[in-house]
């Protein structure tokens, strides 16, 4: 290799670094900006000027976010319909997924083109029908009227059936030679031979599903039955709307999930490797 | 009594039949290879006794029990797959275990069971790794511990060495047999490689085209072959085919080759033309003039033996053996004679006459 190349090499590379550099702020700005103005007091948010840094600090709004508003309750609602959505969405997808790639009974195609078209639809298109059947089944302002209509993830049985596909059919048979039950082939083989993809999807639906705002908006009005994303907006008082107050909340709503996915990271990435590794 | 008893058998892969009325019996505690050439229905078969591929019509008797309807655990045999199909996620212990707890064996059983086996393969060390954490030969052996522990009526084999390198192959061969002698258990060994099925077999049988094409001991099918399919598959390096014009009556014929020169023998045929068959061993160089004469092309050394391979005057390609410290070089003209007890003619049917 001649000297000019490694040059040009490091041009590419320096370049490269550079546009990602750019990349990262530009998306990282925001929520250093978000962070920053929940501790400013609120004149100084409104200011018509940039200031990257406050000039007096204050936790006042995370004060008033923790102590004046039905916070705790909002989480727990939001835990648990996360947590429901999670559960439910991933085993029925599981089964889905496994059906309709191991199992051959009548009807599977068609159930297969049937998930695949409607993994073309917007859930956004079926929301008013989804209100009117939560309205009807007497399901608003409960946890079961967040939960159901968000189990609609096709791309989930989707992504378990491509990942069923890839196992080699000898584990099936070497199973099958030992006496498992097509339960056993699930529970036993298919899944723990894929834990990597069950712990990323679970990841992500887990934060779908805390991150939801137009369903959990539409399905509660009552306060108590809010999750945190839809109980930021009631974070008000008489005197209107605080940016700064809006913006703690905003900060406590999204933590647990930011400090989900930096415990979790090292997980799903070393998971994603480790399925990888069982095909090759 | 026989363990195993094909009869009749039946297979056919969407409308287009594989297998066509096969037979066979496998005494207890016999080693049988079926051997035969890619696509000849060698796994298929097997597969057909293991339950993984349903038998379409005849029977299947394994331990004395009709079978054919029995679902693959329950058939009282065991297998080991090519790619050894070990539960990555398991370890060995676990991966050995796995058939007998879904069968519910008591745990103390399953222990006993599983130790035994691990002390037969000398693996005792390897029992809490993990598949991915052993070598190729060391999964092999995991794999065969898994048929083990079951304590089944029959081992069924498919090409289980074809993933090691060569040394270990070999290695792993001798061990198989060692295994065998000591377990006196019935085995089916699935294999297209003929050495394996000559050192392996008590019995082999040759599939062709997904018939059998002969049944036999090694030195049966290596000595009297069947056919010519058989002649040339078995073997290695490969029998030698020459065209030959076979003349005189039975008990003093000749038979007369591509280059003019005349064999005599004696095997039970009309005259005519026929396809002449004779192993390189058959085929000596001599140093006095002889049958014919040919010129050596390539001279391969083999250390106790040597192969010659020679073109006939008229370019007919054939091999002979020299012993180990054969003198002849690429270029030479070397005189041959044939051995007429180990002659084969074959007629246009590749049946086999075998010459007296
Ligand atoms: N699932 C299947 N569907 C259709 N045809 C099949 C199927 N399995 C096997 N066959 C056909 O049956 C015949 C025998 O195949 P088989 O796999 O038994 O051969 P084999 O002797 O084991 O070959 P190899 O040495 O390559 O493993 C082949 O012609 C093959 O194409
Ligand atoms: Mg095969």
Redesign the interface.
Known sequence: MTPTTIKRINWVGGIFTVFTVICAILWAFPIYWGIISSIKPEDEVIRPYIELWPETLTFEHYWFALTETQIGTWYINSIVTAVGVTVLTVSTSLFAGYAISQLRFPGRTALWWLILASFMVPTQVLIVNHFVLMADLKMLNSWAGIILPQLIHPVIIIVYKQFFDQV?K??R?????????EW?ILF??YI??N?GVTTALSIVIFIWAWNAFLWPFLAVTKTEMMTITVGITQVFDAFGVYYARQLSAAVLAGFPVALAYLLFQRRVTQAITLSA??KG | MSEISLNNVCKSFGGVQVIDGISLDIESGELVVFLGPSGSGKSTLLRMIAGLETIDEGELTIGGKRSEHLAPGQRDVAMVFQNYALYPHMSVRENMAFGLKNIRMPKDEIERRVNDAARILEMDALLDRRPAQLSGGQRQRVAIGRAIVKEPAAFLFDEPLSNLDAALRVRTRVELAELHQRMQSTMIYVTHDQTEAMTLADRIIILNDCQIEQIGTPMDVYLYPNSRFVAGFVGSPGMNFLQAELSGTAGKQQAKLGDGSQIELSVDLGPGAYELGIRPEAVRVSATPAATTGTATVVERLGERTLVHLRLEDGTELIAQDGGHSEVKPGDLVHLTFDTSQLHLFDDKGRAHHAK
């Open positions: 080699p000898d584990f048979e070497a199973a099958a030679m030992d006496n498992a039950s056993d036993k083989i723990p031979m834990w590794g069982i």
